[in-house]
C-alpha cells in the first residue's frame, strides 16, 4: 500500500505561481510513477505531468513551458511548479501514483484546489 498526503494549492490571481507538494509513504519501492491530475468542475480528471522512476517527465500540452514537475527521492515527495497561472488551470489536483501488479493499480491523494482568479 501507498499513501499520499498533497499540500499546497490555493488561491492566486493569473500569471501567478504556486507549488504543490506530494509525500508518498508506505510500499514507495513499487511505485512506477508519480504525478499530478486535474480535474475541472464538469469534466474529466486529466494528467498534467508525470514522472517515471527514471526521471523521464511528460506534460499535457496545455502546460508545457508553465509547469515542472520535479521529485526528491530521499523524501519520496514530488512537486509540481506551477508558473504563468490562467484561469482555465483551476481545479483540484490529485497526486497519483502507479504499480504494475500484472496490472496498473493506482493510489490517490485527497486532492487540493487551486482556484485563479482573472
Known amino acids: 500500500q501507498v499513501q499520499l498526503v498533497e499540500s499546497g494549492g490555493g488561491l492566486v490571481q493569473a500569471g501567478g505561481s504556486l507549488r504543490l507538494s506530494c509525500a508518498a509513504s508506505g510500499s514507495t519501492f513499487s511505485i512506477n510513477a508519480m504525478g499530478w491530475y486535474r480535474q475541472a468542475p464538469g469534466k474529466q480528471r486529466e494528467p498534467v505531468a508525470v514522472m517515471g522512476v527514471g526521471g523521464e517527465t511528460n506534460y499535457a500540452d496545455s502546460v508545457k513551458g508553465r509547469f515542472a514537475i520535479s521529485r526528491d527521492i530521499a523524501k519520496n515527495t514530488v512537486y509540481l511548479q506551477m508558473n504563468s497561472l490562467k484561469p482555465e488551470d483551476t481545479a483540484v489536483y490529485y497526486c497519483?501514483?502507479?504499480?504494475?501488479?500484472?496490472?496498473?493499480?493506482?493510489?490517490w491523494g485527497q486532492g487540493t484546489q487551486v482556484t485563479v482568479s482573472s
Open positions: 497519483n501514483a502507479h504499480e504494475w501488479v500484472g496490472y496498473r493499480h493506482d493510489y
